[in-house]
Structures are given as C-alpha cells and as structure tokens.
C-alpha cells in the first residue's frame, strides 16, 4: 500500500497479559516513530528508529514497554504485563530520509486494557 | 513543561471565513513546524510545514506564518469549508532530537455551514 499501515487496529486485553502491535511503514522510508495518545492527553513520543537502530528509546514510559525493527521495514511494539494506564492510541509514522522532514502516520492501534 | 503549546482549545467559524490557529513554542532549537489535521479514529494527517528559515509557507487554501522572534506561529484556512473540522495539531521538532515530534495538545475547529 502507499501508506503507513498498522494492526490491530483495536485491541481490547486482559491486565497483565502481553500485547503487540505492529506497524508497516511507507516503502523505503529509512525513519520510523511510535507515539501515543492516551485519553484526554497530548501525543507523546516512544521510540524512534532508523534503519534497525532504535538511537533514541527516551520516551517508553517503563522497561514493560519494547520494540523492535527487522530489515528496515516492519516495526513491533511490545507491552508486557500490561496496565490499565497502558490504554491508549498507539500511533506509527515513518519518515522518508535525513533531510526529508515530514512524518507520515498510519491510522493507529487502539488499545483498550480492562 | 509544554514547549508547544496551543492555547485556544476549539475554535469556531463560519463557512468562507478565515480561520486562523494559533501555535507557541519555547525551545529555540526548534527548526521545523508542522500542522496535523486529526479525525476522530483516524492517524494524524499532514497538512502543511515550515523550515525556521522561512516566515510563510502556502499550500492551496492553507498558509503558516512563522514569526521566530515571538516564537509563534499560526495556520489560516482561506476560505474555511465545513470538511474543514476537525482537531488541528501544531508539531516541532529540531535535528538535535532525531526529529521526534513534540505535539501541541490540538485545536478543535468547527466550520459551520
């Protein structure tokens, strides 16, 4: 497709048990963010990769909260053990190359954690 | 602390008028602004950008001014049409940051027919 794609795009999980959304950037872009937007709250940045470097991880908000990028394509986001304030909007963008600074985002994943 | 900050939570206008969306910042280092436009359900959308070395860029019906020295800078709509609603998300970021976006917490815009 032309565009960033993400799935599930919901998903509705037990406390504690272990979830992993997936996100497909834009053929060839080289960057890749995961931001969420938790209820009522701003976006906030998570991880960023470039390439299957992840340089910058400042953002996970606990080390329950991992990603992973395998041949500079496909991105998983993993939380583990998952909390109730682990419900949110997990958004991907992907951006094409240094120099090129516009990111571009695919629809989300709405996770719901009862 | 919020280095992006829009101040004006919703904002409402009438049909073939101007809307004008405010945005302010406080990190220097910013060199690139961005404006989201989101639907309900939906990923944010890219409408229009600036470099820091620019005071104004135009796209169609859309125009951001950058005005550096008050660190602010705005989105008109001309003229505003009713597909136009939505909540609109001023961005940042610099190249000292990875280019990881720092988000405004959005404005709600209402056009009405």
């Known amino acids: 497709g032309a565009g960033v794609s993400q799935s599930p795009s919901n998903k509705v999980t037990e406390k504690g048990k272990d979830v992993e959304l997936r996100c497909d950037p834009i053929?060839?872009?080289?960057?890749l963010y995961w931001y969420r937007q938790s209820l009522g709250q701003g976006l906030e940045f998570l991880i960023y990769f470039q390439g299957n470097s992840a340089p910058d991880k400042s953002g996970l908000p606990s080390d329950r909260f991992s990603a992973e990028r395998t041949g500079g394509s496909v991105s998983t986001l993993t939380i583990q053990r998952t909390q109730q304030e682990d419900s949110a909007v997990y958004l991907c963008a992907s951006r094409q190359a240094r120099g090129q600074e516009t990111q571009y985002f695919g629809p989300g994943t709405r996770l719901l954690v009862l | 602390d919020q280095q992006v900050k829009q101040n004006s939570p919703s904002l409402s206008v009438q049909e073939g008028r101007i809307s004008i969306l405010n945005c302010d910042y406080t990190n220097s280092m910013f060199d690139y602004f961005l404006w989201y436009k989101k639907y309900p359900a939906e990923g944010p959308t890219f409408l229009i950008s600036i470099s820091s070395i620019k005071d104004k860029n135009e796209d169609g019906r859309f125009t951001v001014f950058l005005n550096k020295s008050a660190k602010h800078l705005s989105l008109h709509i001309v003229p505003s049409q009713p597909g136009d609603s939505a909540v609109y998300f001023c961005?940042?970021?610099?190249?000292?940051?990875?280019?990881?976006?720092?988000w405004g917490l959005g404005t709600s815009l209402a056009v009405n027919p």
């Open positions: 053929s060839g872009h080289t960057a």
């Open positions: 961005a940042a970021n610099h190249a000292g940051n990875n280019r990881k976006l720092i």
